[in-house]
């Protein structure tokens, strides 16, 4: 995904993902192993949080459509690489902005 295009949205907006779109995946574990790494994400990125829970709906028989709805997540992440929460380990608990 380094030489793909960045995207500025998480999800095409246009997109209505349905359990069954098209052909299942032959092999569905790449696509339940990369749903499942983009969910550690939820803790700095919180900004997936509907994005990859409607991609988690689809683990049982994902198909091709939702597959290219997953790769779209990871060009969105390409794009936005810098934002993020980051938490500090000081005992300082002030909110900044």
Partial sequence: MLDSSSSTTSLTSNLKLLQVMDDPLSDATFYRQLVGKLNFLLHIRPD???TIQHLSQFN???????Y???LHVLKYLKGTIGQ??????????QLEA
């Fill in 84 to 93: 993020a929460l980051l938490f500090n380990n000081d005992s300082s608990y």
């Fill in 48 to 50: 997936l949080a509907f």
């Fill in 60 to 66: 049982k028989t994902p198909c091709q459509t939702h």
């Fill in 68 to 70: 290219q709805a997953a």
